[in-house]
């Protein structure tokens, strides 16, 4: 199983990025998936998930409602649109998915086994 994310990068305080994490070795059609971040110098922390047919989703308080996760289960891929991105947003994102389908939404870390490589997303001032 990989997971292959994409699409962070360097963005001005205010501006919008949307990441993707293309699954391959395994369908997610029955899986939920997480996004996970991990600023510079600090621990890896929750910021969303999806339920394996969208019905709930999660959030870190500390997003406000400016990230939106969603899944394409016919892509095999799942997204994260992150608006009004600030610089404490700067982190590595990750992107999280679990080996069983018990998971069904899950903040931790401990839920997810399989974990792509990252993307940086840099937020300047």
């Known amino acids: 199983v990989q997971l292959q994310a994409s699409g962070g990068g360097l963005v001005q305080s205010g501006g919008s990025l949307r990441l993707s994490c293309s699954v391959s070795?395994?369908?997610?059609?029955?899986?939920?998936m997480g996004w996970f971040r991990q600023p510079p110098g600090k621990e890896r922390e929750f910021v969303a998930a999806?339920?394996?047919?969208?019905?709930?989703?999660d959030y870190a308080d500390s997003l406000q409602g400016r990230f939106t996760i969603s899944r394409d289960n016919a892509k095999n891929t799942v997204y994260l649109q992150m608006n009004s991105l600030k610089p404490e947003d700067t982190a590595v994102y990750y992107c999280?998915?679990?080996?069983?389908?018990?998971?069904?939404?899950?903040?931790?870390?401990?839920?997810?086994?399989?974990w792509g490589q990252g993307t940086q997303v840099t937020v300047s001032s």
């Open positions: 070795g395994r369908t997610i059609t029955n899986y939920a």
């Open positions: 999806i339920s394996r047919r969208s019905g709930l989703t």
């Open positions: 999280a998915l679990p080996r069983l389908t018990t998971v069904t939404i899950s903040r931790r870390i401990d839920a997810y086994d399989y």
